[in-house]
């Protein structure tokens, strides 16, 4: 459930996750939609959640099954120019697919609401010191200092690009390369916040 104010004690809680970003919810997601007995603390330093980012990437077997419903966009061709010459390739076993985060959340946000496993605390800002260490997922991402005394830091690996929403073609995926920069990985509304980092769930 999504409560008002920080737990009185963490004695309850087999994980306590800081950054109730992609990592936090879908860890939290899983818990649910397996049904694991687990009890798990998210903790997000933002008061609300609101469109920051799209993530983009291939779809293959390793994508949750409820993810697959909450897809974007897909996109089953790609164009690529590389200065010299355009070159576009069929992907029908593999597409190429946007996710954005506005509806990710809001799927997020309502499968915790009915949740007794996941409790998700919001405008929080928690430090890693404060709490169990074995019990800790530090989920706030590579901008932070890693620290090599926790026993969780992830990182991601992608560009961030800032796009009018209208900039997403409908059919084929299109980019032109630069010759020191490889392909996007995913791509940040321009409303956006400027601090907002764009993450890729697969590169």
Request: charged content about 20%; some cysteine; proline content about 7%.
């Amino acid at each position: 459930m999504i409560l008002n104010s920080p737990p009185a004690h963490y004695t309850q809680y087999d994980k306590i996750i800081i950054g109730g970003g992609v990592f936090g919810l879908s860890y939290a997601l899983a818990i649910i939609e397996h049904d694991l007995a687990q009890r798990v603390l998210i903790i997000e330093s933002r008061t609300q959640y609101y469109h920051d980012r799209n993530w983009c990437f291939w779809f293959d077997d390793d994508v949750p099954d409820y993810v697959s419903d909450l897809i974007t966009q897909t996109y089953q061709y790609s164009s690529f120019d590389d200065g010299n010459e355009q070159h576009t390739m069929a992907h029908f076993e593999m597409p190429y697919c946007r996710l954005a985060s506005s509806t990710f959340y809001d799927y997020a946000l309502t499968k915790i609401e009915h949740s007794d496993s996941v409790d998700l605390v919001l405008g929080w800002q928690a430090y890693p010191e404060e709490f169990p260490l074995e019990k800790l997922l530090d989920a706030r991402g590579a901008w932070q200092k890693p620290d090599k005394t926790k026993n969780m830091i992830q990182a991601f690996v992608g560009l961030t690009v800032s796009v009018p929403e209208h900039a997403y073609p409908p059919v084929l995926a299109s980019v032109t390369l630069p010759r020191t920069v490889k392909v996007p990985a995913c791509a940040k509304p321009d409303n956006a916040p400027s601090h907002m980092k764009a993450m890729a769930s697969k590169g």
